[in-house]
């Protein structure tokens, strides 16, 4: 199994161009997450889906959008690039059953520059 | 207001020792807290986790207390390889938060394990 596949691994934007970064996951988990990470400053989430067309809203989600039309995928939307949003962006995914919620699997990210 | 602190930013030990890193948190009410490692370049990766009603959790040379009445976790690497080098990542998830899986973190503690 591949777990959670991001792409691009890198990528340089200018001030207000768009782009959009995947992820996928194979593991038919429900739930699924977009954190960023900046230097010494943990992981903060951005966005997280508990279902097919279900988002909403984490910690700090100014700027970016996301969507959930299948279980597999999750992309998360830049609209206008800012310099604030260079960071380093992490999927996630994870399954609840009834058992609750079980650790969370991370991809390797997405390293984005924004100039 | 709501905080979960890495006592320790970075942490040198020789290999052999015993690693012992620290997670603090105030205001909230964890169901159950994880441990996460991190190399660079890639995604965190789940270690161990652990319930608001365990005390102790071990996994081979991985060792995590809980303590509600201090609010902390104790997590230890016993008999240190300088493989365990890595930055390893405290994560609670909130009781009022378990229908959506959401985890906080800490900002992380860079271990070293010199030969």
């Known amino acids: 199994n591949a777990g959670v596949t991001q792409t691009p691994k890198f990528r340089i934007l200018k001030i207000g161009q768009s782009m959009t970064l995947q992820c996928t996951q194979d593991?038919?988990?429900?739930?699924m997450y977009w954190y960023r990470q900046d230097p010494g400053m943990g992981l903060k989430l951005i966005y997280y889906?508990?279902?097919?067309?279900?988002?909403d809203k984490g910690e700090v989600p100014n700027g970016y959008n996301v969507s959930r039309s299948t279980t597999e995928d999750f992309p998360l939307r830049l609209e206008l690039a800012a310099p604030s949003q260079t960071s380093v962006y992490f999927c996630?995914?994870?399954?609840?059953?009834?058992?609750?919620?079980?650790?969370?699997?991370f991809g390797d990210g997405t390293r984005l520059s924004i100039l | 207001s709501q905080k979960i602190e890495q006592n320790s930013e970075a942490l040198n030990i020789q290999e052999g020792k015993t690693a012992t890193l620290t997670c603090n948190y105030t205001?909230?009410?964890?169901?159950?807290l994880q441990w996460y490692r991190q190399d660079p370049g890639r995604g965190p990766v789940f270690l161990l986790l652990?319930?608001?009603?365990?005390k102790e959790k071990r996994k081979e040379r991985l060792k995590v207390t809980f303590d509600t009445t201090l609010k902390q976790s104790l997590f230890h690497i016993t008999a240190s390889q300088p493989a365990d080098s890595a930055t390893y990542l405290c994560?609670?998830?909130?009781?009022?938060?378990?229908?959506?899986?959401?985890?906080?973190f800490g900002q992380g503690t860079i271990l070293t394990v010199h030969p």
């Open positions: 889906s508990v279902g097919a067309g279900i988002t």
């Open positions: 994560a609670l998830l909130n009781a009022g938060g378990t229908s959506y899986g959401k985890l906080t």
């Open positions: 593991m038919n988990h429900n739930y």
């Open positions: 996630a995914s994870s399954y609840r059953g009834e058992s609750g919620n079980q650790p969370q699997h």
């Open positions: 652990i319930r608001e009603n365990e």
């Open positions: 205001n909230y009410s964890p169901a159950y």
